[in-house]
């Protein structure tokens, strides 16, 4: 049996489960929580690390531009959490992409100051 058959027995044997055993969407959804939290943990971790490596760079862009860094990743961060909300309008729809759109930008402005006034 190749490997690629023996995969797709596993996924519809999961499949099966969840859907026919009693509780399995309760355990698919327990499960499905805890690896969004192992993942979220990851990227914590991630991103400390990476603070860390780059503190004095990061420093070193002086006020006005740490602070639109700063600005441009919590709105990017809000931006995603409130994804569901507004994707139920339009409007909503619209917002998300400026929102994305203007920490874009501002991630933009501060890498562009960097690359002209870094060492």
């Not at 100051?113 to 060492?119: D, F």
């Given at each position: 049996?190749?490997?690629?058959?023996?995969?797709?027995?596993?996924?519809?044997?999961?499949?099966?489960?969840?859907?026919?055993?009693?509780?399995?969407?309760?355990?698919?959804?327990?499960?499905?929580?805890?690896?969004?939290?192992?993942?979220?943990?990851?990227?914590?971790?991630?991103?400390?690390?990476?603070?860390?490596?780059?503190?004095?760079?990061?420093?070193?862009?002086?006020?006005?531009?740490?602070?639109?860094?700063?600005?441009?990743?919590?709105?990017?961060?809000?931006?995603?959490?409130?994804?569901?909300k507004l994707f139920d309008t339009g409007v909503g729809t619209l917002v998300w992409f400026l929102m994305l759109g203007g920490a874009s930008f501002a991630l933009y402005a501060v890498w562009r100051?960097?690359?002209?006034?870094?060492?």
């Open positions: 049996m190749s490997t690629t058959v023996r995969n797709v027995l596993i996924i519809v044997a999961l499949a099966a489960a969840v859907a026919f055993l009693p509780g399995g969407g309760d355990t698919a959804s327990f499960v499905g929580a805890v690896l969004s939290i192992g993942i979220a943990a990851a990227i914590v971790l991630i991103v400390a690390r990476l603070y860390r490596e780059h503190r004095v760079t990061i420093f070193s862009l002086g006020d006005r531009h740490r602070a639109l860094l700063y600005g441009a990743i919590g709105l990017a961060v809000a931006a995603m959490a409130a994804r569901p100051h960097y690359r002209e006034y870094s060492l």
